[in-house]
């Protein structure tokens, strides 16, 4: 009996170092795999944005041309820097950039703050129509606004001018002035703020506020005294991402302040790729430049909200109070109708116009109406044009592969640093974050450097667009996943587990088709706005890969106003078509996915 238990125990204790050996190599292949698979998303990200962005500062430190003596023969040098910093256009491009992305953000903080505050706080009527209305900007593309309100506040032919006289009022519109920059600036770029502040206003407990007018502070008061100081990092948030995407516009500087000689860095830039023989050099070295001043504010924004105390969510529920405003509510949903007019039925309007008119000579308000005056010989040179179908097949087939490949990778970059445990995912968030502080500009300057020395590479193809897409909007894609992970318990994923469920089988039948309206959401934004980005693709188009934003552009310079008016129609209406047939499938997953957890009756 003894030696049957002696046995017996044994037995057991044999079973139980296997057992443990089996789990400690489990545990070591789990380690390997989780390393190998950091590993890879560094290498990735590194391919997509440190590569670039180290051969931007080598260009910027050396004084050889990448075309003509490729990466073999750099010679390092200061002397690009030190003709950059003492250059009196470079200065004069920093101060006008800082003046018109400064003051298009202080308009674009008013009216996003403003029409957060009235969906969120007050009992204004249509409040989901005005929340509707404050987000259109964000897809209309920079040039076509700029072109629009080009026709519209023109000195000489401009539309609004055009009314004025006939009315006979005495005003004159220039947007070719720096006041025009921040004008349209400051509308197109409220949504920014509206999107953090609206969010923040939602989260946060009335009662702070209700506490402040107990103690006898008037609404306004409470306003500018409890509300906004409690979600300033939202504000700052806003603020500082419309104004790096302001720093990296080039569409509007170009149409609205080159007439006036106003010059930007953005415009600067593509000044010096542009000369012969061109400059890249000089213009990696503005491009360094612009990503200090960007990664500065990045900075600051940090340094300005860390320390102080923000929380404002609390254990208990709560319900955002609406303030009663009474008559003045009416007005508060009539600037929501103005913002609409002025930003999208009047631009829109004044496209239409220039678009079907022969000539935009209009001696009278009769002839405005005159239907003689109008035809389509604008839209039929634009198509009869060979590199226009060219340019839309380029455009979607760009779109298609950054929507596909750049999902993906937010996925992969969202699901690691929010759902697992793994060695090195802030690592891979803040090389992910890197971006937010390089416009695009600089963005398609560095891919430039990166891969026109290298033959047989990726200069010259689509998939150099895609890959600067990919990186430029990498920030956008990974939070706009990121909640989407965040609202997922991580229940749901251990259950699988229990049931023995491997981990990619979890993600396949649990995490993706939770998450699937927001992967939707962000490949629809990566496709929307690797339409409209002309910044990146200046630098790295081909005649054989030009995109629309790109031909838009030509065709501006190349001064035919009619055919410039017709493209940018094309390109609205392209662009409105795809927004709704996303948001068409988006309704669709919803759907299906609620009727899949609706109990069986």
Request: hydrophobic content about 55%.
């Amino acid at each position: 009996m003894d030696a049957l238990a002696d046995q017996t125990g044994v037995a057991y204790g044999a079973a139980a170092v296997r057992n443990a050996a089996h789990a400690s190599t489990d545990t070591r292949r789990s380690r390997l795999a989780s390393r190998a698979w950091i590993a890879f998303l560094v290498a990735l990200l590194g391919f997509l944005v440190i590569y670039p962005v180290a051969m931007l500062v080598v260009g910027a430190i050396t004084d050889s041309n990448p075309v003509v003596d490729g990466l073999a023969g750099l010679h390092p040098s200061i002397a690009n820097f030190t003709a950059v910093l003492t250059n009196p256009n470079v200065r004069d491009a920093l101060i006008n950039s800082l003046i018109a992305c400064g003051g298009g953000t202080a308009l674009a903080l008013t009216i996003g703050l403003t029409f957060s505050w009235i969906v969120v706080r007050t009992n204004t009527p249509a409040k989901g129509f005005i929340a509707a209305v404050s987000m259109i900007p964000l897809f209309v593309p920079p040039l076509v606004a700029g072109v629009a309100w080009v026709m519209l506040g023109s000195p000489k032919t401009g539309l609004i001018n055009l009314a004025f006289k006939w009315l006979g009022i005495s005003l004159h519109v220039d947007l070719y002035t720096m006041g025009g920059l921040i004008f349209v600036f400051g509308i197109y770029y409220a949504p920014y703020v509206y999107m953090f502040t609206a969010s923040a206003l939602r989260n946060m407990d009335p009662s702070l506020e209700e506490a402040a007018e107990v103690a006898g502070a008037s609404p306004v008061a409470t306003l500018f005294t409890v509300t906004f100081p409690l979600i300033l990092p939202a504000i700052i948030s806003g603020m500082l991402l419309s104004f790096v995407v302001m720093l990296g516009i080039y569409g509007i500087p170009a149409v609205l302040g080159a007439p006036a000689n106003i010059s930007v860095l953005t415009t600067y830039i593509f000044k010096l790729t542009a000369w012969q023989p061109p400059l890249y050099n000089t213009a990696a070295a503005v491009a360094v430049v612009l990503m200090v001043v960007t990664g500065f504010l990045v900075v600051m924004q940090q340094k300005v909200i860390s320390g102080r105390s923000y929380a404002t969510v609390a254990g208990k529920a709560f319900r955002p109070r609406s303030l009663d405003l009474g008559p003045w509510r009416w007005a508060t949903l009539g600037l929501a109708v103005v913002y609409l007019l002025v930003v999208v039925i009047v631009p829109t309007l004044a496209l239409v116009i220039t678009a079907f008119r022969k000539f935009m000579f209009i001696p009278t308000i009769a002839s405005l109406v005159d239907m003689r005056q109008y035809s389509l010989m604008h839209f039929q040179a634009v198509f009869d044009n060979s590199i226009t179908m060219l340019s839309i097949w380029n455009t979607l087939e760009v779109g298609v592969i950054t929507a596909i490949a750049g999902g993906a990778l937010a996925f992969a970059i969202g699901y690691t640093v929010h759902r697992t445990q793994v060695g090195g995912r802030r690592a891979i968030d803040l090389l992910s974050s890197l971006p937010v502080a390089i416009p695009g500009l600089v963005v398609g300057v560095a891919y430039l450097w990166a891969w026109i020395a290298i033959p047989g590479g990726l200069y010259g193809t689509i998939w150099i667009l895609a890959l600067a897409f990919i990186a430029r909007f990498m920030p956008d894609t990974v939070k706009v996943l990121s909640t989407s992970f965040m609202q997922i318990h991580r229940e749901l994923e251990e259950a699988a587990w229990v049931c023995g469920r491997g981990l990619l089988s979890t993600i396949r039948t649990i995490v993706l088709p939770l998450a699937s309206p927001g992967v939707i959401a962000a490949m629809t934004l990566l496709f929307v706005l690797g339409i409209r980005e002309l910044g990146s693709s200046l630098f790295l188009y081909t005649s054989n890969t030009t995109v629309m934003a790109v031909l838009l552009l030509d065709y501006y310079e190349g001064g035919n106003t009619g055919k410039t008016a017709a493209f940018s129609l094309v390109q609205t209406l392209l662009l409105a078509v795809l927004i709704g047939g996303f948001n068409l499938i988006k309704w669709l997953v919803a759907r299906r996915a609620a009727a899949k957890a609706r109990p069986a009756t």
